[in-house]
C-alpha cells in the first residue's frame, strides 16, 4: 500500500489553484477598470442594476472577515511543519475565499458609493485601506502558492507577514466603514475609559491624513507673536506636508476671535456641512430641500416647517433625524454619516433660542451634552 510520506512529498500540481488565483486577480483588476473607485461624487447617475449590486457590499462583506478570520487560526496551526503538511491546503482554499470575498466586497462597494453621498476622511480611508488590504490579501495568495509549489518554506514568513497586515489594514478600513453607517462613535462610545481615549485619538490622527480642513476653517491665528529668539537661522525646518500629528486630547483653549463666532454660522452650518449638504445643497435638493446657508435652510423643502424659531420639536429637521434608522424618512438616511447626539443637542439649542442667524457662540448657552459639537 501507498505509504504517506513519499505520497506527500512527491511535488503536487497546483494548476487549478493557480489558475483560480490569477482569474481572481484579473477579474479584480478588470473590475477596477470599470468601476475604478472615486472619491468625490459622482457626476452622473449610476445605471439601477450598479446600484442593485451595490447594496450587497454589506452582505459580500462578512465573506471575508469570516474567511479570513478562521485563516488567522488556521496559519498559526501551520507554523509548525506538521501543522502546514495537514492544513496546508485547506488554509491556501480558505485563502482563496477569503480573497474573492475581499473582491467581490470591494467592488460592490465602488458600485454602491456611486449612489453618491459618500464622502469624506471615513470614506476615504475605508475605501482606500479595503482596496490597500485586498491587494495585499491577493499577493498574499501568489506568494503563499508560490511557497508551496516550490517547497520554500522561507517564503512562507513572507507570506504570513504579509496576509496578517494585509487583513489587519483591512480590518482597520472596515471600522471607518462600521463608522459610516453607524456613526463615528459606534465602536468608541461605550469603550472602557483609558481605551477609549486612545481609540480616538488613533482615529482623529488617522482621519488627519485624509480630512480637507473644514469649508470656512477658523481663521488662522494671528501671526505668531515674534518669538524672543534673535538667534539666527534655525536651519530651515523644510517640513515636508506632515500630516497634523495626532490631536491633543483637551480642545484648544479659547482663541481670541472666538467671541466673535456665530452659533449658526460657526456651529449649525458645519454640521449640515458635514452631515446633511452632500443632498441638500445648490445642485442636488433632495426634497427640494437646501441646508447651504441660513435663508435656505429656513425656507425649507416640500414641506416647509423646516426649522420653526423656538420650536425644535415641530421643526421638520429635528423630527427627521430623531426618527428610528431604519425609517425611510430619517436624515442623514440609513447608511450615510449620521448626526451625533452632540450635534443633535447643538442644533436643537439653536433652534430653541430662536434660531437666529447673528447669535453669538459668547453669548449662547450650549446644553452640556452638545459640548463635543461645539469646537471652536
Ligand atoms: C444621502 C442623501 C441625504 C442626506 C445626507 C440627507 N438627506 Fe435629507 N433628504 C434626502 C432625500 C432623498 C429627501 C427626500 C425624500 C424624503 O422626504 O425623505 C430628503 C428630505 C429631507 C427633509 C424633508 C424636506 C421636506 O420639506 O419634505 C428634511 C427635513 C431633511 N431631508 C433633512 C435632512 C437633514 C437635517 C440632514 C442632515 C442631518 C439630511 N437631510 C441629510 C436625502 C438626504
Given at each position: 500500500?501507498?505509504?504517506p510520506s513519499?505520497a506527500?512529498?512527491a511535488?503536487?500540481?497546483?494548476?487549478?489553484?493557480?489558475?483560480?488565483s490569477?482569474?481572481l486577480?484579473?477579474?479584480?483588476?478588470i473590475?477596477?477598470?470599470?468601476?475604478?473607485p472615486?472619491?468625490?461624487a459622482?457626476?452622473t447617475?449610476?445605471?439601477?442594476m450598479v446600484?442593485f449590486?451595490?447594496?450587497?457590499h454589506p452582505?459580500?462583506l462578512?465573506?471575508?472577515?469570516g474567511?479570513?478570520?478562521?485563516l488567522?487560526?488556521?496559519e498559526?496551526?501551520?507554523?509548525?511543519?506538521?501543522?502546514?503538511?495537514s492544513?496546508g491546503a485547506?488554509a491556501l482554499?480558505?485563502l482563496w475565499?477569503?480573497a474573492?470575498?475581499?473582491?467581490m466586497?470591494?467592488?460592490?462597494?465602488?458600485?454602491l458609493?456611486?449612489?453618491?453621498?459618500?464622502e469624506g476622511?471615513?470614506?476615504?480611508l475605508h475605501q482606500?485601506?479595503a482596496?490597500?488590504?485586498?491587494?495585499?490579501?491577493?499577493l498574499?495568495?501568489?506568494?503563499?502558492?508560490?511557497?508551496m509549489?516550490h517547497?520554500?518554506?522561507?517564503l512562507?514568513?513572507?507570506?504570513?507577514?504579509?496576509?496578517?497586515?494585509?487583513?489587519?489594514l483591512?480590518g482597520l478600513?472596515?471600522?471607518f466603514?462600521?463608522n459610516?453607517?453607524?456613526g463615528?462613535?459606534?465602536?468608541?462610545?461605550h469603550a472602557p475609559?483609558p481605551?477609549?481615549?486612545q481609540?480616538?485619538s488613533?482615529e482623529?490622527?488617522?482621519l488627519?491624513f485624509v480630512?480637507?480642513p473644514k469649508?470656512e476653517?477658523?481663521?488662522?491665528?494671528?501671526?505668531?507673536p515674534?518669538?524672543?529668539k534673535?538667534e539666527s537661522?534655525?536651519?530651515?525646518?523644510?517640513?515636508?506636508p506632515?500630516p497634523t500629528p495626532?490631536?491633543?486630547?483637551t480642545p484648544?483653549?479659547?482663541t481670541?476671535?472666538s467671541?466673535d463666532?456665530l452659533?449658526f454660522?460657526?456651529?449649525?452650518l458645519?454640521?449640515f456641512?458635514a452631515?446633511?449638504?452632500k443632498?441638500?445643497?445648490?445642485?442636488k435638493?433632495?426634497g427640494d430641500?437646501r441646508l447651504?446657508?441660513?435663508?435656505?435652510a429656513?425656507?425649507g423643502?416640500?414641506n416647509?416647517n423646516?426649522?420653526?424659531?423656538g420650536?425644535?420639536?415641530e421643526s421638520l429637521?429635528i423630527q427627521?433625524?430623531l426618527?428610528p434608522?431604519d425609517?425611510d424618512e430619517?436624515?442623514?438616511p440609513e447608511?450615510k454619516?449620521?448626526?451625533?447626539?452632540?450635534?443633535?443637542?447643538a442644533i436643537?439649542y439653536w433652534?430653541?433660542?430662536?434660531?437666529?442667524?447673528n447669535?453669538k457662540?459668547?453669548?449662547?448657552q450650549f446644553?452640556?451634552e452638545?459640548?463635543e459639537?461645539?469646537?471652536?
Amino acid at each position: 500500500m501507498s505509504s504517506p510520506s513519499p505520497a506527500s512529498e512527491a511535488p503536487r500540481s497546483y494548476t487549478l489553484a493557480w489558475v483560480g488565483s490569477l482569474l481572481l486577480i484579473v477579474g479584480f483588476l478588470i473590475g477596477l477598470l470599470a468601476f475604478p473607485p472615486m472619491y468625490e461624487a459622482p457626476k452622473t447617475e449610476a445605471p439601477g442594476m450598479v446600484l442593485f449590486i451595490g447594496r450587497f457590499h454589506p452582505i459580500l462583506l462578512h465573506l471575508p472577515v469570516g474567511a479570513l478570520g478562521l485563516l488567522c487560526l488556521m496559519e498559526l496551526l501551520c507554523l509548525s511543519r506538521r501543522g502546514e503538511e495537514s492544513l496546508g491546503a485547506a488554509a491556501l482554499l480558505t485563502l482563496w475565499v477569503g480573497a474573492a470575498g475581499s473582491v467581490m466586497a470591494v467592488l460592490a462597494g465602488i458600485m454602491l458609493s456611486r449612489e453618491g453621498g459618500y464622502e469624506g476622511g471615513n470614506f476615504t480611508l475605508h475605501q482606500t485601506l479595503a482596496l490597500v488590504g485586498t491587494a495585499g490579501v491577493l499577493l498574499a495568495l501568489v506568494v503563499r502558492l508560490f511557497s508551496m509549489s516550490h517547497a520554500n518554506r522561507d517564503l512562507m514568513h513572507a507570506y504570513r507577514a504579509l496576509f496578517f497586515s494585509s487583513f489587519g489594514l483591512m480590518g482597520l478600513g472596515a471600522h471607518f466603514g462600521g463608522n459610516m453607517s453607524h456613526g463615528s462613535k459606534f465602536l468608541t462610545e461605550h469603550a472602557p475609559e483609558p481605551l477609549k481615549s486612545q481609540m480616538i485619538s488613533v482615529e482623529k490622527w488617522m482621519l488627519s491624513f485624509v480630512e480637507k480642513p473644514k469649508a470656512e476653517p477658523a481663521p488662522p491665528p494671528p501671526p505668531a507673536p515674534e518669538v524672543p529668539k534673535p538667534e539666527s537661522t534655525p536651519a530651515p525646518v523644510a517640513s515636508a506636508p506632515t500630516p497634523t500629528p495626532p490631536p491633543p486630547m483637551t480642545p484648544a483653549p479659547e482663541t481670541v476671535s472666538s467671541g466673535d463666532k456665530l452659533v449658526f454660522q460657526h456651529v449649525i452650518l458645519p454640521i449640515f456641512e458635514a452631515k446633511c449638504n452632500k443632498c441638500h445643497n445648490e445642485e442636488k435638493s433632495k426634497g427640494d430641500l437646501r441646508l447651504d446657508t441660513y435663508e435656505v435652510a429656513m425656507k425649507g423643502g416640500e414641506n416647509g416647517n423646516n426649522i420653526v424659531p423656538g420650536k425644535p420639536e415641530e421643526s421638520l429637521t429635528i423630527q427627521r433625524i430623531l426618527l428610528p434608522l431604519d425609517d425611510d424618512e430619517h436624515m442623514p438616511p440609513e447608511g450615510k454619516e449620521q448626526v451625533t447626539p452632540a450635534e443633535l443637542a447643538a442644533i436643537r439649542y439653536w433652534i430653541q433660542a430662536g434660531a437666529s442667524a447673528n447669535q453669538k457662540v459668547s453669548e449662547a448657552q450650549f446644553p452640556a451634552e452638545a459640548k463635543e459639537a461645539v469646537k471652536l
